[in-house]
């Protein structure tokens, strides 16, 4: 496997955390879960032009289908993919908040969901997109488009100051964080603070401070050897261990115990073992 990325230069360094690629050699089919990471990602598979997603159901795992460039929303449960659709994948991780200069649509309405890019781009822009990638001669080159197509994207669009500021707040400490005192602070009544944030970032502050949270248990238990669960609940802000694993399984679909046991090379990837039979959709 070879993994690549790249932090953007201004000025898209407000937006976006990375741009990176991934390549794979060919494996037998097998299935992960993806844990909620806190922020957007454009993602283009260039192995096939389609993107897969599976629910997982009663009579197995049913297949969602769409094309192969997507805009993955800020999510706030699990995604279950295949080991075929990550043989060779490139991909732009936003920012929280970051989608706003890009895409003209609130970002509630592409939470928890893969939109396809030419919905936002147009289907000219998109193709184009996928055949710079297709044609780089190399990873700086494709790093090069994904950077490319957010200038060509850009919108004369600021994130709203009182977002921005509350994300810092958010993220240095999203265990006390209050949302009323950061909505006072920002200038704006709570109701019209939790409207423009949910509108910017795609979830409540609330929610988002939970995803913080749960972010940083996931990068703890992913390094540490071994856990010791008490001290990393109560280190990530929560009230106690039963607190911890009810977020923790919420947002994952697992207990902290089982996302060590199936745990990949990355911190957000983890095996997904079951018996079914894989069914189209």
Known sequence: MTFAQRRPSPPLEPFVASFWVCRNARRPIAFERVVPTGGPQLIVNLCEDETRVYENTARGLYCHSSPGSVLTGITTRAQIIDTAGQEFVAGIAFRPGGTVPFFAVPAFEVSDRQTPVAAFWGARAEVCLREQLLE???????????????????????????????????????????????????????????????????????????????????KQAHRAVPVDWTRLALDCGYFDQAHFIHEFRQFSGLTPREYRAAATPFANHVNFVQSFERESA
């Open 136 to 218: 780089a001669a190399n990873t700086n080159e494709i790093l090069d488009a994904l950077e490319a197509s957010l200038l060509a994207a850009w919108r004369d669009r600021a994130v709203h100051p009182a977002v921005t500021f509350a994300i810092e707040v958010f993220e240095s400490q999203p265990q006390v964080a209050r949302i009323d005192s950061v909505a006072d602070a920002a200038g704006l009544s709570a109701k019209r603070f939790i409207e423009r944030f949910k509108a910017e970032v795609g979830v409540t502050p609330k929610r988002f401070c939970r995803l913080l949270r749960f972010q940083r248990a996931v």
